[in-house]
């Protein structure tokens, strides 16, 4: 329940989309979580009933460690001043990883405990890579989900424990992507595309492959 006085958190959209994912209810972990405004929601809004907010900087702990303080939240999280998955118990169900790049997830991802959680990432470069290690380390991607905040797009991607071998193009692009809307994914895809037209490459498989998205989508009509 929110205290009476306690400031009412509120997310952007990247952040928003990633608090989606996490399953009501859960045991919950945020690494590299900063400012701490994820697992805040996450308790205040009753959707983890217990979290673990962790960080390799003690001064970005701090700051989360005030905030939830703050909302009087603090009997329901653990402070964790750590590298990736150390200190975080194997009982955690869901898992999020964000605003970090895609190799130093790829890192933290390696050490995933046993009883596979949900993993929530969303990573600021090397994509393909990322989604690469998540199929190497036994998850399987269920979904990715493009948000908008700040200006620019960011993906999220939840993966599960299993099997899952991408294709080239889905590495690249992306698999089972949700959008707000079809406006949304267009724009989204001509972004890309642009972005892929000013590397002037010979052969650019990812650009011909926005294009195919680009024109299933305006086949669809
Ligand atoms: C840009 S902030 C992202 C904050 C928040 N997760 C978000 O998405 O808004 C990245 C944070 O990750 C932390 N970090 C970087 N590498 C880490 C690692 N290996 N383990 C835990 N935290 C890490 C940094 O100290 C920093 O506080």
């Known amino acids: 329940m929110i205290s009476p006085n306690a400031r009412i958190i509120r997310l952007d959209q990247r952040l928003s989309a990633v608090a989606q994912l996490f399953e009501k209810g859960c045991v919950g972990a945020d690494i590299g979580t900063d400012h701490g405004m994820l697992p805040a929601y ?5 959707i983890c009933r217990y979290m673990y907010v962790s960080d390799i900087s003690e001064i970005a702990l701090s700051k989360a460690k005030k905030l939830i303080k703050s909302l009087g939240l603090q009997d ?14 194997s009982s955690v169900e869901c898992v999020s990883i964000c605003g970090l790049g895609g190799e130093t997830i790829a890192n933290i ?22 989604r690469r290690n998540i199929n190497d380390i036994g998850y399987s991607i269920s979904r990715e989900i493009v948000a908008r905040a700040a200006g620019r797009y960011y993906v999220i991607i939840e993966a599960l424990n299993g099997s899952q071998i991408l294709s080239d193009k889905e590495l690249e692009l992306g698999f089972n992507m949700h959008f707000n809307c079809k406006e949304d994914k267009e724009r989204y895809f001509n972004w890309r595309l642009n972005i892929e037209k000013k590397k002037r490459l010979k052969n ?16 669809k009509g």
């Open 42 to 46: 996450l308790l205040q809004h009753d």
């Open 76 to 89: 329901r999280a653990s402070f964790v001043h750590a590298n990736g998955f150390s200190g975080i118990p």
């Open 109 to 130: 991802i390696k050490n995933t405990p046993e009883t596979k959680p949900k993993l929530i990432m969303s990573a600021h470069t090397k994509l393909p890579y990322l």
């Open 204 to 219: 650019n498989n990812t650009l011909e492959w926005i294009k195919e998205e680009l024109n299933y989508e305006a086949s």
